[in-house]
T-cell receptor
Framework: EAGVAQSPRYKIIEKRQSVAFWCNPISGHATLYWYQQILGQGPKLLIQFQNNGVVDDSQLPKDRFSAERLKGVDSTLKIQPAKLEDSAVYLC????????????FGPGTRLTVT | AQTVTQSQPEMSVQEAETVTLSCTYDTSESDYYLFWYKQPPSRQMILVIRQEAYKQQNATENRFSVNFQKAAKSFSLKISDSQLGDAAMYFCAYRSDNGAGSYQLTFGKGTKLSVIP
């Protein structure tokens, strides 16, 4: 089966600009996650969707970050305006719903804010 | 909130030797899952091994095994017969239930493993 797809793979922007990332989960996976991985740290969950709805966005900086998952499939994560500290790899993951499910990760988007 | 601690930022091992990566966690839950993930350079994260807390038997997957000490809240990963392809960042993760059949992972900061030919 095809894996989790993400684009772009790399993005360089200046601070105060806007940027958007796209994720296409594995077919049939109802749950989709966005993580932020700052260099030297483990991934931190930003937002979790189940189908169209948000399950958890407690760690999403809502003043500048937004995410949506239309039709319960693809998802976009947006940053507006970007700050220097937003430089990180943004990982998308997906999974089935249930007790014994595994999260499958995409290759990530490396964002550099200058 | 759960926390996951990996106290070894970097480790190295000779090819064909055995190495153990450490992980401790903090939780008040009695039933949970623990994971080790591997993240090779510029490649995506993949699951290495999983341990259910209610199981006393330590999980094994080929050359990878864990030492799960529930009382001590310790979850170490042992890699036997290390290979060059094992070089990567290894992350320990704790899975918590956030309701409605959904779960989320809390990751440690990772251990960078180098394999010396």
């Amino acid at each position: 089966e095809a894996g989790v797809a993400q684009s772009p793979r790399y993005k360089i922007i200046e601070k105060r600009q806007s940027v958007a990332f796209w994720c296409n989960p594995i077919s049939g996976h109802a749950t989709l996650y966005w993580y932020q991985q700052i260099l030297g740290q483990g991934p931190k969950l930003l937002i979790q969707f189940q189908n169209n709805g948000v399950v958890d966005d407690s760690q999403l900086p809502k003043d500048r970050f937004s995410a949506e998952r239309l039709k319960g499939v693809d998802s976009t994560l947006k940053i507006q305006p970007a700050k220097l500290e937003d430089s990180a790899v943004y990982l998308c993951a997906s999974s089935y719903v249930g007790l014994f499910t595994e999260q499958y990760f995409g290759p990530g988007t490396r964002l550099t804010v200058t | 909130a759960q926390t996951v601690t990996q106290s070894q930022p970097e480790m190295s091992v000779q090819e064909a030797e055995t190495v153990t990566l450490s992980c401790t966690y903090d939780t008040s839950e009695s039933d949970y899952y623990l994971f080790w993930y591997k993240q090779p350079p510029s490649r995506q994260m993949i699951l290495v091994i999983r341990q259910e807390a209610y199981k006393q038997q330590n999980a094994t997957e080929n050359r990878f095994s864990v030492n799960f000490q529930k009382a001590a809240k310790s979850f170490s990963l042992k890699i036997s017969d290390s290979q060059l392809g094992d070089a990567a960042m290894y992350f320990c993760a704790y899975r918590s239930d956030n309701g409605a059949g959904s779960y989320q992972l809390t990751f440690g900061k990772g251990t960078k493993l180098s394999v010396i030919p």
